[in-house]
């Protein structure tokens, strides 16, 4: 190991060390209202097609030769993107956008949402005759992906009838 290498490691160790008597950590995460629930979600207005109730929306574009799947935030764009273009997948398919195509590029995102720690989404996705969107769901899901995301928490008023328990509060 190089000795800048120690020295990032070092430095990384001790940013991440939490000291004695700290009351609380602060998450620098930007994503992490999200995670918990909180963030707000645009509403946008009820008839417009595509909705703009989401925080990440799954796209799935096809051509005549390939067929690219994108994970899109509602305010930051595409975040990750996969593609039978690719070299990396291009190489084990015969065809851009057949069956087999749609099923590996399905395997292929689902492992890229994993690794960025991206497990729900909204799909807005219909099933065609041709069964090969079908194909793309059926791995994106079987690959642990949940292709809705659960309902945003909204804050409790004095006025409202019932206060739904928060997820990470216990009562015993």
């Known amino acids: ?12 160790r001790q940013t991440n060390q939490i000291t004695g008597g700290t009351l609380y950590v602060v998450n620098r995460n930007p994503r992490n209202l ?3 629930r909180l963030a707000y979600k645009t509403d946008g ?17 096809a051509s005549n030769k390939y067929v ?6 509602f305010e930051n764009g595409t975040v990750i993107e996969c593609s039978t273009t690719e070299w990396a997948l291009k190489r084990h398919l015969y065809k851009g956008n057949d069956f ?19 497990t729900e989404m909204r799909c807005d996705l219909k099933p065609t005759s041709s069964m090969k969107v079908d194909a793309f769901l059926r791995a994106v899901e079987e690959s642990g992906i949940r292709l809705e995301e659960p309902e945003r928490i909204r804050p409790a008023y004095s006025w409202d ?10 009562s015993e």
Do not use: Q
Not at 45 to 61: A, G, K, T
Not at 68 to 73: F, G, M, N, Q, R
Not at 111 to 117: F, N
Not at 163 to 170: A, F, L, S
């Open 100 to 118: 087999t195509a749609y099923s590996t590029l399905g395997k292929a995102f689902a492992s890229r949402c994993l690794d960025a720690g991206l």
């Open 68 to 73: 690219s799947a994108k994970l899109v935030h």
């Open 45 to 61: 207005y009820h008839l417009e097609r595509p909705v703009r109730n989401f925080w990440h929306r799954l796209e799935l574009n």
């Open 161 to 170: 009838m019932e206060r739904p328990e928060k997820p990470w509060e216990v």
């Open 34 to 36: 999200e995670r918990l």
């Open 1 to 12: 190991m190089a000795a800048s290498a120690k020295k990032i490691l070092s430095k990384i």
